[in-house]
């Protein structure tokens, strides 16, 4: 069974030569720009309304373009975003306990164990200081020292303290610093704002992204909205795995029909999967509930040394648990990074240790802390979080134990972008989770805002400008061939969804497609599992396709529909998932092959035959993908055995 040919090399041509602490002023300053009075004849479309998109449309347009921004939900407030919760990272050295934009960088290359490109990590770690002083501007309140000062807190993969927050809720205090920004340029005309429409196709005319389809989800209507460049900001694809602690709404159809059209899609089989998550409570369950890594700074994780001890975790004395990563890793402790934390948890519950119902959880313990600190300072840095784990749980975690498992999350892969974040397709730009371009195979906690906010505020108005300049672009519209052609296979698509007319749910053929990622491409990996779940998605996709049931129309408000569309993308980037990690012999970060692993158990990286980028290039359904590598170089950061010891 051929899965794949190997195509030309790529590389990324935008990023430029000299020393790495000088090569984005180097770019910003080559970079062409557009004087202001031609800035109000272009328009772009910013597909999402999340830090990335929100951010990004809001600047856009304080620089004098005409922008339209499109997203699924009833407000762009609602975009997932809201959900991050422990924090935002920048290399502000505010503790002076030996942080610097070299030490993130450091850290970030390191944490995604050696599979990102430098230059755009560099990038990262330079504008994170601008960031803070962007959202303060802005009135996000951050959590303060009893002086005035900004705090700070300790995240995975650091020894520093370089994370700021508000309280359990981060992403949402920034997303509305976004939105307060987005909504002042819509109430000065210069943003269109399109609530509840789904991008389902993307334009493009004479090679260049000029447009996008979109069904209004509210009354059904189909439109096409030309420009002069694309903007893609719509967020990560974990919801392919049914349950995780994304929205329901989540999904990968915007980036996947760029994909279809031409854009490369990048490392697609690097996921990762959260530590500290409340664990899987039944069949009933739609998604999960992430609870912040951030509780790791004074939560501390274990299990009982026995095997099936079902005792009160109260009742277990302290020389019968077994505070496994203070064991295993003594020098970063419970800090260690998410993939790490990850693997032990499921190891010593394969060993018969894990707690609650299913076994499948671990302890995550605040008794020391609130000895050591008083109730009341946990209260202030964690109330939130510990009301919503009570809600959920109905147990007291002041009292008990949190029983934490780990959960699908976030997305490290994405469409392959260079320097600029533009994509294989010129004019179509990814920005925020959407690309793949800065956390390699893990991403770092509190990196995911830091890297939405760096690409729509300060890198994306800059590159932009750059390809903008180049025009003027020929005047098009949605009676172009093109246009015409795209909203025809939009249209042929929604009634073929509707014609199956089957007798099993959406959500069914989600959930047992969810069951099949899970098993065969989640925490671990083998050659064996990926080959299997290759067949069974193919099988499941096809049956799909004859049994679906479909209700209702398509010129009204029909979730089932919008679901289904959803699914079937979710269906072929799940097949590609798993033809990447089966090419990839070998563990990195998030993709744990169960044949390459170290004596004791940690990832064992090849880097004489991995070190590269991934970018998948979409042929017809059934057809092999092609491969398209781009080297990676580490000039700053040298590759060695990734340890946390």
Partial sequence: MELFTEGDPIAD????????????????????????????????????????????????????YHVKSYCYQDSP????SIAAQGGINAAKNYRNDGDSVHRLFYDTVKGGDFRSRESNVHRLAEVSVNIIDQCVAQGVPFAREYGGLLDTRSFGGAQVQRTFYARGQTGQQLLLGAYQALERQIGLGNVEMNARHEMLELVIVDGKARGIVVRDLVTGEISTEMADAVVL?????GNVFYLSTNAKGCNVTATWRAHRKGAYFANPCYTQIHPTCIP??????????????????DGRVWVPKAKGDDRNPRDIPEDERDYYLERIYPSFGNLVPRDIASRAAKNVCDEGRGVGPTKLGVYLDFADAIGRLGRPAIEA???NLFEMYERITGEDPYEVPMRIYPAVHYTMGGLWVDYDLQSSIPGLFVIGEANFSDH????????????G???????LPTTIANYLASGPLDKVDASHPAAVEARTDVEDRIQRLLAVNGDRTVDSFHRELGQIMWEHCGMERSDAGLRKAIGEIRDLRESFWQRVKVSGTGEELNQSLEKAGRVADFFELAELMCIDALHREESCGGHFRAEHQTPDGEAQRDDDRFAY?????FTATGEPSVLHKEDLKFEYVHPTQRSYK
């Avoid at 004849?41 to 998109?53: D, F, H, P």
């Avoid at 900001?233 to 694809?237: K, L, V």
């Avoid at 899987?280 to 790791?296: A, P, Y």
């Avoid at 980028?613 to 290039?617: K, L, Q, S």
């Fill in 13 to 64: 041509t935008k990023a430029p030569d000299g020393p790495i602490e000088k090569r984005w002023d180097t770019r910003r300053f080559e970079a062409k720009l557009v004087n202001p009075a031609n800035r109000r004849k272009m328009t772009v479309i910013v597909v999402g309304t999340g830090l990335a998109g929100g951010s990004a449309a809001a600047t856009l347009a304080e620089q004098g």
């Fill in 77 to 80: 407030r609602r975009a997932h």
């Fill in 233 to 237: 900001a719509s967020g990560g694809y």
């Fill in 280 to 297: 899987v409570s039944g069949d009933h369950q739609s998604k999960l509930t992430l609870m912040s890594e951030s509780l790791r700074n």
């Fill in 381 to 383: 840095k964690y109330g």
């Fill in 440 to 451: 390699g195979a893990n991403r770092l906690g509190a990196s995911a805002l830091m890297q």
């Fill in 453 to 459: 906010l760096a690409d729509g505020y300060f890198v």
């Fill in 613 to 617: 980028v991934a970018a998948w290039e």
